[in-house]
């Protein structure tokens, strides 16, 4: 089990996460900007190319949506890896 948090971390947790969220929402946005302007060109083209690209890159923003929406199993390595690397870190800053 995890120590409690501070305030000052989870303020800074909630804000990191909120600016995942917030990068996912443009991602969204650009993706839907971009693919339409891309389905305008392939139907004046004749040809419906614009599909391609809208798999391919909806297949990364999914990505990108679960990454930031859905807890990942490995959160808890991540966590712990972090912790290590901090644990190190403040063990070099105390050697002289």
């Known amino acids: 089990m995890s120590p409690a948090m501070t305030p000052e ?14 990068g996912w929402y443009i991602h969204a946005f650009v993706y839907i900007v971009v693919n339409i302007g891309l389905a305008l060109l392939s139907s004046f083209s004749g040809r419906h190319w614009a599909v391609f690209p809208a ?11 679960l990454v930031v929406f859905v807890q990942p199993f490995g959160s808890g390595f991540r966590e712990r890896l972090v912790q290590q690397e901090r644990e190190r870190l403040q063990q070099q800053q105390r050697k002289p």
């Open 55 to 65: 798999l391919g890159w909806g297949l990364g923003l999914l990505v990108h949506g």
């Open 9 to 22: 971390e989870i303020d800074r947790l909630a804000r990191k996460r909120a600016g995942k969220k917030i």
